[in-house]
């Protein structure tokens, strides 16, 4: 039994429920969003133990003694899962942003010493209480854009103690935040710059020391690698995923971001959970893809800062029946946004998807790349009560005004963590 209060959300104008098998949502079924109109949701301890119209759930609300919280006429939804981020880094890369606007392009920034490695070198300068600070300070931000759950990587240590200490970091925030984190070793991000000329030394390194280290203490559920010109070849993630699954850890990829690798049918061949990016992706793969498992998670919030043409053919993908996921990347190079409202809109507007589609993707979808979507992603009885309540009446003017934040209320496990109004 647990000691916390019962709540009872009521009057909400559209409650978004996503009700349905914990599944990937594909084609048409991605856009039915299960909506119950002046509807309620009852909690339980951390668990959600009714949902339905609000004068249906009144007198179980008042036995029970719950704590009402009046939703006014507006959109209770599931807590945003976000798939993908790399929250732990050091410093920033505006002079990346800079050189950007000026004409570089990310590549050849990253090959002039800004990059990645240029982040790895601030993050190895920190202590691992650093960089739980500002972590810590960005999952308030986080909650209060509506998000309960969040996918950490690994990726800017890039050496095996650098490494554990961002997952260790992650470790540690996650016994005083109350967001679900997620963590992933993403030791394959880039070659570090000392092992320029030693490649394979480098993967013996993630494959032989890290993978089993991280592996025996528990440190990540995921195992991921950048497969891309620029940084890791197919052949080369192939190993590393491989040896990340012989000690238990799920394969994810970094798929056709910057150019086309061949890494989509790698995340298939290995049964990945997700493989994200996606923008060069050719129509057989997309056919393959929608006969996998693998969530094809895309993360347009890269497409836009990077301002690259091609962004992912996500209505392609959701007509053929792969199970698509939306994320915002969050990291300094690519993506510095960790507000997936923002990334509902960019993939209204950018990648033709309908609000319905782009909030399951954001959720349930989300949820099952994760391996949680018996738990998380949709609001359900029996489900973990995280959800969040946005000022607007219709869900669709969550991606329509773009750029604002409409939560005002997110609750997880049962608990109100954040409150405004
Ligand atoms: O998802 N593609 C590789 N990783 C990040 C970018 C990381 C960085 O530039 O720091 C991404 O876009
Ligand atoms: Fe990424």
């Given at each position: 039994?647990?000691?916390?209060?019962?709540?009872?959300?009521?009057?909400?104008?559209?409650?978004?429920?996503?009700?349905?098998p914990?599944v990937?949502?594909?084609?048409?079924?991605?856009?039915?969003?299960?909506?119950?109109?002046?509807?309620?949701?009852?909690?339980?301890?951390?668990?959600?133990?009714?949902?339905?119209?609000?004068?249906?759930?009144?007198?179980?609300?008042r036995?029970?003694?719950?704590?009402?919280?009046?939703?006014r006429?507006?959109?209770?939804?599931?807590?945003?899962?976000?798939?993908?981020?790399?929250?732990?880094?050091?410093?920033?890369?505006?002079?990346d942003?800079?050189?950007?606007?000026?004409?570089?392009?990310?590549?050849?920034?990253?090959?002039?010493?800004?990059?990645?490695?240029?982040?790895?070198?601030?993050?190895?300068?920190?202590?691992?209480?650093?960089?739980?600070?500002?972590?810590?300070?960005?999952?308030?931000?986080?909650?209060?854009?509506?998000?309960?759950t969040?996918?950490?990587?690994?990726?800017?240590?890039?050496?095996?103690?650098?490494?554990?200490?961002?997952?260790?970091?992650?470790?540690?925030?996650?016994?005083?935040s109350?967001?679900e984190?997620?963590?992933?070793?993403?030791?394959?991000?880039?070659?570090?710059?000392?092992?320029?000329?030693?490649?394979?030394?480098?993967?013996?390194?993630?494959?032989?020391?890290?993978?089993?280290?991280?592996?025996?203490?528990?440190?990540?559920e995921?195992?991921?690698?950048?497969?891309?010109?620029?940084?890791?070849?197919?052949?080369?993630?192939?190993?590393?995923?491989?040896?990340?699954?012989?000690?238990?850890?799920?394969?994810?990829?970094?798929?056709?971001?910057l150019?086309?690798?061949?890494?989509?049918?790698?995340?298939?061949?290995?049964?990945?959970?997700?493989a994200?990016?996606?923008?060069?992706?050719?129509?057989?793969?997309?056919?393959?893809?929608?006969?996998?498992?693998?969530?094809?998670?895309?993360?347009?919030?890269?497409?836009?800062?990077?301002?690259?043409?091609?962004?992912?053919?996500?209505?392609?993908?959701?007509?053929?029946?792969?199970?698509?996921?939306?994320?915002?990347?969050?990291?300094?190079?690519?993506?510095?946004?960790?507000?997936?409202?923002?990334?509902?809109?960019?993939?209204?507007?950018?990648?033709?998807?309908?609000?319905?589609?782009?909030?399951?993707?954001?959720?349930?979808?989300?949820a099952?790349?994760?391996?949680?979507?018996?738990?998380?992603?949709?609001?359900?009885?029996?489900?973990?009560?995280?959800?969040a309540?946005?000022?607007?009446?219709?869900?669709?003017?969550?991606?329509?005004?773009?750029?604002?934040?409409?939560?005002?209320?997110?609750?997880?496990?049962?608990?109100?963590?954040?409150?405004?109004?």
């Amino acid at each position: 039994m647990s000691n916390l209060k019962p709540l009872f959300f009521r009057n909400a104008s559209q409650l978004l429920t996503l009700e349905g098998p914990p599944v990937p949502r594909r084609g048409a079924a991605l856009g039915e969003l299960g909506i119950i109109r002046d509807g309620a949701v009852l909690t339980e301890g951390p668990k959600i133990l009714r949902v339905g119209k609000t004068r249906s759930l009144e007198a179980q609300a008042r036995r029970l003694r719950a704590h009402a919280v009046d939703c006014r006429g507006r959109v209770v939804m599931p807590g945003f899962v976000d798939s993908h981020t790399h929250l732990i880094f050091a410093g920033n890369r505006v002079e990346d942003f800079e050189r950007r606007i000026q004409g570089k392009t990310y590549e050849q920034i990253a090959a002039a010493g800004g990059g990645i490695n240029y982040t790895a070198k601030l993050l190895r300068r920190v202590t691992e209480r650093e960089l739980a600070l500002q972590a810590a300070t960005w999952l308030g931000q986080f909650v209060a854009h509506g998000t309960t759950t969040v996918e950490v990587k690994s990726g800017y240590g890039l050496d095996v103690a650098n490494e554990i200490k961002i997952l260790k970091t992650i470790r540690a925030l996650q016994r005083r935040s109350p967001v679900e984190l997620v963590p992933t070793l993403l030791a394959a991000h880039t070659l570090p710059a000392k092992y320029a000329e030693r490649r394979r030394e480098y993967l013996k390194l993630i494959t032989e020391k890290l993978i089993p280290a991280v592996a025996r203490t528990k440190l990540a559920e995921f195992v991921d690698c950048f497969c891309d010109r620029g940084a890791f070849t197919r052949e080369e993630c192939e190993a590393v995923l491989a040896a990340g699954r012989r000690f238990g850890l799920v394969p994810r990829i970094h798929a056709e971001q910057l150019t086309h690798t061949g890494s989509c049918r790698l995340a298939i061949a290995m049964q990945a959970a997700s493989a994200d990016h996606l923008d060069h992706i050719t129509a057989a793969e997309i056919a393959a893809l929608a006969k996998s498992d693998v969530v094809a998670a895309l993360v347009p919030g890269s497409n836009f800062h990077l301002d690259v043409a091609a962004y992912p053919p996500a209505r392609r993908l959701i007509d053929a029946g792969a199970a698509v996921a939306l994320a915002t990347d969050f990291n300094p190079g690519s993506s510095p946004t960790l507000n997936m409202q923002f990334i509902l809109a960019l993939a209204c507007i950018k990648l033709r998807m309908t609000p319905a589609e782009a909030i399951a993707a954001a959720t349930i979808n989300a949820a099952y790349s994760l391996r949680r979507a018996d738990r998380l992603g949709s609001l359900e009885p029996g489900k973990q009560a995280d959800l969040a309540v946005m000022d607007v009446n219709d869900y669709r003017e969550i991606p329509y005004y773009f750029g604002w934040n409409h939560c005002v209320m997110t609750v997880k496990r049962g608990r109100i963590i954040y409150s405004r109004n």
